[in-house]
């Protein structure tokens, strides 16, 4: 029976010296998914996929594709393929003798190659370049007939090793679209590896947030960002406004918080840490969560005061710095695009409000749970 799970790692360790550069990963990926593992530099992302490519071996741990055991098995045997940020394709070979490169190799008859080729060039939207040089290509050409040259292959999975990197910011922008459409088009298993949130956000179906070697949360764009599991993540996808605090009391499941510098928020916990006074914290608001007015609202749940520091204009997406009356910290606020808020201006006084619901509170990083609460995580 052919399985659903196109690759599967089971408590995946790799070190080197007395670093843990991947530390105890496991994940499964369905077949046909586009699956992007996010992260910051250093967080190990692409040592988990040379490991999958079989360029590194694990120190422990498991790897399956369609079932099969790839431990010990050389990069050049596994049905996997692997795109590379810098392509590296041939510049003395055509197009299509680049597209057709490990056909050859194969041993593979000139017609069915030629055919392959064909095929290849129509499915990513390229099917009159064959017969020109490398060199006649534009950047987005180029990233699509890399791809080609490994999907005409055939892989089970498909490995692009942050491919988008050495785009301008443009392109990169029309490539996101073209790259999840083309994974559709070939309903191939991509795993994608990137430090752009905006990138893994955008294409994939599942991403994986990585940091220090562990995955932190793994699941669709819209809970990553709506759903945090920690605050990691919760700072590291999509743009978030921080405060740091301790616990002062709670009412059901609205936790009341107050910063050292006297401030008071509430937030609901989400995340079931038995949240109790005295418990340090962090929170987390996104700047579209924040709602802007220029009188202070009727008792809403959290509120600031404070004055335009600085417009960050970006039509639609516009935001607005704003210093804070009491700290003088600033925030990041989403500018609404309205006739009132049209004219805002550096120094204007604005009233800053969102709701208890809008916000994400976690136990503060480094801070242990009890025992108790520990075992019940575990289970």
């Not at 369609?66 to 049905?79: W, Y």
Request: hydrophobic share 40%; with cysteine.
């Amino acid at each position: 029976m052919t399985s659903d799970i196109d690759l599967s790692c089971t408590d995946l360790n790799k070190n080197f010296g007395s670093y843990q550069a991947v530390d105890n990963v496991s994940f499964q990926i369905p077949r046909g998914s586009f699956f992007s593992i996010l992260g910051p530099s250093g967080c190990g992302k692409t040592t988990l996929l040379r490991m999958i490519a079989g360029f590194l071996e694990p120190e422990s741990g498991g790897i399956t594709i369609k079932g099969d055991s790839m431990l010990g098995i050389p990069p050049n045997k596994r049905p996997v393929n692997m795109v590379f940020q810098h392509l590296a394709l041939f510049p003395m070979m055509s197009v299509a003798d680049n597209i057709g490169y490990g056909l050859r190799r194969r041993k593979m008859k000139a017609s069915e190659i030629k055919k392959k080729v064909a095929d290849a060039l129509e499915r990513v939207g390229l099917p009159d370049v064959g017969d020109r040089a490398i060199s006649q290509l534009s950047g987005g050409q180029k990233q699509r007939i890399a791809i080609a040259r490994c999907l005409v292959l055939e892989p089970d999975v498909l490995l692009l090793d942050e491919p988008l990197g050495a785009l301008d910011l443009k392109l990169r922008e029309h490539m996101k679209v073209e790259l999840k459409k083309l994974q559709q088009a070939f309903g191939t298993t991509f795993i994608y590896i990137t430090h752009d949130q905006s990138e893994a956000m955008v294409m994939s179906d599942q991403v994986a947030v990585m940091n220090n070697g562990r995955f932190e949360q793994v699941g669709t764009p819209q809970e990553l960002y709506y759903q945090p599991d920690t605050p990691f993540v919760a700072g590291f996808v999509g743009e978030s406004n921080h405060f740091s605090g301790q616990v002062v009391g709670r009412n059901g499941d609205v936790v009341e918080v107050k910063t050292a510098s006297g401030q008071v928020f509430h937030s609901i916990e989400r995340i079931d840490t038995n949240l109790a006074a005295g418990d340090e914290v962090e929170l987390f608001v996104r700047p579209e969560m924040i709602h802007l007015s220029f009188e202070p609202e009727n008792k809403p749940e959290n509120a600031l005061e404070g004055e335009v520091a600085n417009i960050l204009f970006d039509g639609g997406n516009s935001r607005l710095l704003i210093r804070e009356a009491t700290t003088g910290a600033e925030l990041q606020v989403v500018q609404p695009q309205t006739t009132q808020f049209r004219d805002v201006k550096a120094g204007d006084r604005l009233y800053l409000s969102w709701a208890a619901s809008q916000s994400h509170i976690f136990r503060a990083r480094g801070q242990s749970q009890t025992p108790a609460l520990m075992q019940t995580v575990e289970e």
